[in-house]
């Protein structure tokens, strides 16, 4: 359902670097790039994570209470691309919920961006008749 996220940064070829090792976990790379920002993904037919300069011209923020889920096969994959966002740069701020987290917990890249390795979703439950009674 997601065609892409895009998270504003002040530091373009900081978050580019940052962005360039940690998406290696996942197998994306570089689709896209244009003066004020990039995009990654494992496809271009895939949902992207994209880094931009902000279109206002202003400075990017934080916007607390926002994060990104990047997809993760395994909560072993999980941890390793949070150890690595760790390395990189980024701060930890707390351990996987139950929302599915892989094993790595929420984090903020070295800008600052929030982003939480995930795994898919379960299958949705077997749908049930709302009315089960009725004929």
């Known amino acids: ?3 892409y996220v895009t998270l504003g940064t002040n530091d373009l070829a900081r978050a580019a670097a940052f962005y360039d090792e940690l998406l290696k976990e996942v197998g994306a ?7 004020r920002g990039i995009a990654w993904g494992v496809a271009e037919d895939k949902p992207s994570l994209c880094i ?3 279109f206002d011209g ?5 916007g607390n209470g926002v994060m990104v889920a990047l997809a993760a096969k395994s909560r072993e994959q999980g941890g390793r691309g949070h150890a690595r966002g760790l390395a990189l740069g980024g701060a930890g701020e ?7 987290g892989a094993g790595g ?3 903020q890249d070295a800008t600052e961006d929030k982003e939480h390795p995930t795994r898919p979703p379960p299958p949705p439950p077997e749908k049930k008749p ?3 009674d009725y004929p």
Not at 29 to 35: A, G, H, K, S
Not at 94 to 100: D, E, H, I, N, V
């Open 94 to 100: 707390g351990a996987g919920g139950p929302g599915g």
């Open 52 to 54: 931009m300069t902000p």
């Open 130 to 132: 709302l009315m089960p």
């Open 105 to 107: 917990g929420t984090r």
């Open 1 to 3: 359902m997601i065609g």
């Open 29 to 35: 790379r570089r689709l896209w790039e244009f003066p």
């Open 58 to 62: 202003r400075p990017a923020s934080v």
